[in-house]
């Protein structure tokens, strides 16, 4: 019973300790969970990532699942976590809201695997 009780208690620390460790205190609720959630349900090993960029004069953020995602793409949402399209995929898109996101400053980044 004290066995299993260790367990849950140290399953429950690492839980809440993902979110306090892996990202900075500015980072928007929204995309603090949706960061928790690429955390916990990507199967990739390696390659996943949350980048914050300054895109046409706002800050986004790039969801990226991984390397393992054949096709796969990237998500881009503002700070209240509205989509504004993706990069990558079967079609290897580039553009945002019509304009490359290649533009986009960097900032930081939030998360990576």
Same mark, same amino acid.
């Given at each position: 019973?004290?066995?299993?009780?260790?367990t849950?208690?140290?399953a429950?620390? &690492?839980?809440?300790?993902?979110?306090? @460790?892996?990202? +900075?205190? $500015? %980072? *928007? &609720?929204?995309?603090?969970?949706?960061? @928790?959630?690429? +955390?916990? $349900? %990507? *199967?990739?090993?390696?390659?996943?990532?949350v980048?914050?960029?300054?895109?046409?004069?706002?800050?986004?953020?790039?969801?990226?699942?991984?390397?393992c995602?054949?096709?796969?793409?990237?998500?881009?949402?503002?700070?209240?976590?509205?989509?504004?399209?993706?990069?990558?995929?079967?079609?290897?898109?580039?553009?945002?809201?019509?304009?490359?996101?290649?533009?986009?400053?960097?900032?930081?980044?939030?998360?990576?695997?």
């Open positions: 019973m004290k066995k299993a009780l260790g849950m208690l140290a429950t620390f &690492s839980l809440v300790a993902c979110d306090e @460790i892996d990202m +900075e205190k $500015d %980072t *928007p &609720s929204c995309i603090r969970q949706k960061t @928790i959630n690429l +955390e916990r $349900d %990507t *199967p990739c090993e390696e390659g996943a990532y980048k914050q960029y300054l895109f046409q004069g706002r800050i986004v953020y790039v969801f990226a699942p991984g390397n995602i054949a096709d796969g793409s990237a998500e881009v949402l503002d700070e209240e976590c509205n989509r504004l399209g993706s990069l990558g995929g079967f079609v290897g898109n580039t553009r945002i809201n019509g304009q490359e996101f290649s533009t986009a400053e960097f900032k930081r980044t939030i998360w990576e695997k």
